[in-house]
């Protein structure tokens, strides 16, 4: 069984993005340790990750904090469905989706660049961060026919459509 634990963390693509891949046909299926957003309930700014405990930090006496691990959060829900949350892959997740793709991961004055592979030449993705670009590329995959498949593992893959 897994719990729902709040996490604030940067090293993912934007929700924006995420509801684009997905609206693209990114598949995904839920496993520990996913992060994700809870859509239209007041929760824009916390992202979600999916965990074996929930772990809790409190602050104690003379800024001390002691870690504290629950079998669910007070204020948690009892369920939401899969279909009413957005996945958010983290940066190492895209990559590796990308796999041998990639040719080049590049710091730009506006924000990165990632350049990928095709059979008929490379394409460039911009954007302000490089989980943003990265995603963008999975993005333009989806828009070509290419398939994001995690069955093979842990990490999902691209592959031809």
Known sequence: MCYLTVCRVGAMISVQLAK???????????????????????????????????????????????????????????????????????ESQIREALGDLTRSLERTGRGWTCTIALPDGAESHHAASASDAYGLAVLSLLSRGHEFSRDEGPTPRIGPG
């Open 20 to 90: 684009d891949l997905r609206a693209a046909g990114l598949d995904w299926h839920p496993r520990p340790f996913d992060f994700f957003h809870i859509p239209d309930r007041d929760l824009d700014e916390r992202r979600f990750v999916i965990a074996d405990l929930s772990v809790d930090i409190q602050p104690l006496a003379d800024g001390i904090a002691a870690i504290t691990f629950n079998g669910a959060v007070e204020w948690s829900l009892d369920y939401i469905l899969q279909q009413d949350v957005v996945w958010l892959p983290t």
